[in-house]
Structure formats: structure tokens, C-alpha cells
T-cell receptor, first 113, second 119 residues
Framework: TQLLEQSPQFLSIQEGENLTVYCNSS?????LQWYRQEPGEGPVLLVT?????EVKKLKRLTFQFGDARKDSSLHITAAQPGDTGLYLC?????????????FGKGMKLTVNP | KAGVTQTPRYLIKTRGQQVTLSCSPI?????VSWYQQTPGQGLQFLFE???????NKGNFPGRFSGRQFSNSRSEMNVSTLELGDSALYLC??????????????????FGPGTRLTVL
């Protein structure tokens, strides 16, 4: 069972369009992170949201953490070909007294010029 | 500062063989985590090492093992390879050993991964 569910799993859009990707869970998280992974590379952290209801903006990217801290969304405005990649959400869970990161399966975005 | 480096970048093995992958963390980082990434299961946590000790472990069989050296470099080993072990193996390093105690998620910096193909 996937602790973090992402939707959609795939998205192909034209340059200039807007999009939103969702990350949902039935569990409460102390924080959630968003990463972008490009082909042949490891994931790169975009943002960490820690407060329920929090909204963070990073240029054309807007991240929101749900009030109940069970979900998050990433909205991209006026997508560009350089936004192409795999977008992953991740959250920490405590297991056996230690913390580890669990990831959603990701949303593969293709932005066509 | 140099980023996280992983060697080799690509590897082809046959079933039954064993493989060792290497990870050099960012200078000064003492925590190294390993992940397996496949299209079907996504990114899954393998284990984490801190100060040469395994601090956390995911739900993988005992064929997957790792270690960390005094200079924080880490290796992971997979014995008796199976076709299903084909994946991208990622290592990530982080700095702050107090993060788990203070209950915040430290930033992990990922390497480019080792692409393992088992034939």
C-alpha cells in the first residue's frame, strides 16, 4: 500500500498551460517535500512545507500543504519545456525509533514546445 | 562543494551474481541513505547509515546490505541478484544529525544513481 498517492501519474501539455499535481495520504505528516527528477539524475528538493494550510511560491511553482497535513498540491503556471521531469512528493515517517522518507510514485510531466 | 557521487553509473549483471555500489557523500555530511527506484514501485527506502552505523532499514530482503566507512563513504551490496533487482539505485546524503531528534526533516541531496540491469 502506497502511503502517498500522487495524481495524475502522467501529464503531457503544451508550453504555456497551467497544471496541478496532487499528493494525498490518509496519514498526517509533520511535513511534506516536493522533488523534481530529470532523466539520468537524482531527485532535487524543490520545497518543504511544514505548517497546515501553508502556501509557498517558487517563481512559477506554488506549493500548498493541506490544513489537516494529509495532502499537498503543486501548481505550475505557464509551464515551460524546462519543467519537464518527474515530480515526487515525500514525507517523513518514524519507524523503529528512526525517521525515514517515504515517496509517492511521482507525476511524469512532459511540456511540449 | 562537490555533490554526491555514485559509481559506477551503469552496471549489467546476470542472475545469481552479486554487486557492490559505491556512494561518496557531500563533504561534511555524515548521513547516507540508499533508495531503490523502479517504474512500478517508485522510490523505496533501503537503509540509512550514520557514523558507520545502520540507523534505519526498509523492508528489503537480507540480500541487500550496506556499510559506511569512517570517511562517510558508503557501499551497498546485493547478493544473488534476481531479475527484479533491476532498478536505479540512489544514494542521498544529509548533514544534520540532530534533525531526527528535533523532529524536522533534514535536506537530502541525491546522487545521480547507479542504473543496475540484471539479465
Amino acid at each position: 500500500t502506497q502511503l502517498l498517492e500522487q495524481s495524475p501519474q502522467f501529464l503531457s501539455i503544451q508550453e504555456g498551460e497551467n497544471l496541478t499535481v496532487y499528493c494525498n495520504s490518509s496519514s498526517v505528516f509533520s511535513s511534506l517535500q516536493w522533488y523534481r527528477q530529470e532523466p539520468g539524475e537524482g531527485p532535487v528538493l524543490l520545497v518543504t512545507v511544514v505548517t497546515g494550510g501553508e502556501v509557498k511560491k517558487l517563481k512559477r511553482l506554488t506549493f500548498q500543504f493541506g490544513d489537516a497535513r494529509k495532502d499537498s498540491s503543486l501548481h505550475i503556471t505557464a509551464a515551460q519545456p524546462g519543467d519537464t521531469g518527474l515530480y515526487l512528493c515525500a514525507g517523513p515517517i518514524t519507524q523503529g525509533g528512526s525517521e525515514k522518507l517515504v515517496f509517492g510514485k511521482g507525476m511524469k510531466l512532459t511540456v511540449n514546445p | 562543494k562537490a555533490g554526491v557521487t555514485q559509481t559506477p553509473r551503469y552496471l549489467i549483471k546476470t542472475r545469481g551474481q552479486q554487486v557492490t555500489l559505491s556512494c561518496s557523500p557531500i563533504s561534511g555530511h555524515r548521513s547516507v541513505s540508499w533508495y531503490q527506484q523502479t517504474p512500478g514501485q517508485g522510490l523505496q527506502f533501503l537503509f540509512e547509515y550514520f557514523s558507520e552505523t545502520q540507523r534505519n532499514k526498509g523492508n528489503f530482503p537480507g540480500r541487500f546490505s550496506g556499510r559506511q566507512f569512517s570517511n562517510s563513504r558508503s557501499e551497498m551490496n546485493v547478493s544473488t541478484l534476481e531479475l527484479g533487482d533491476s532498478a536505479l539505485y540512489l544514494c542521498a546524503s544529509s548533514l544534520d544529525e540532530l534533525a531526527p531528534l528535533l523532529e524536522y526533516t533534514d535536506t537530502q541531496y541525491f546522487g545521480p544513481g547507479t542504473r543496475l540491469t540484471v539479465l
